[in-house]
């Protein structure tokens, strides 16, 4: 069987989610390597989706919600169509969880 690839869009509130962390990582760390390290972890990871189903289903949001993590950021995704996934949230995992539904 040949997997067609998908297509990963980042949506906005995703885009400023990863800003915001990279941001507090610069500002706690003063570190711009750092912050740095940890934006490409976590878009790195977001390009190894291979197939939709391929990582978890979130417990927190449920179905149709998965997730994948770097460190303690959660990367949370749903499929679009057949070979769309949309990166929806960034989420770090040290906050409340019921956070993440806001």
């Known amino acids: 069987m040949i ?3 998908l ?5 906005e509130s995703a885009i400023s989610d990863l800003k915001i962390i990279c941001d507090w990582i610069l500002e706690m760390s003063d570190s711009e390597e750092t912050s740095e390290r940890i934006r490409t972890k976590i878009i790195k990871k ?3 989706i ?4 391929q990582y978890q289903t979130d ?5 149709p919600y998965r997730r994948m993590f770097v460190s303690h950021y959660k990367i949370v995704y749903k499929q679009d169509n ?3 996934i949309h990166i929806l949230k960034i989420f770090d995992t040290l906050q409340d969880p019921q956070k993440i539904k806001k």
């Open 82 to 84: 057949e070979n769309i």
């Open 59 to 63: 417990e927190t949001l449920g179905t």
């Open 3 to 5: 997997l067609k690839p």
């Open 7 to 11: 297509q990963i869009i980042w949506s």
């Open 46 to 48: 977001s390009k190894r």
């Open 50 to 53: 291979i197939f939709p189903e």
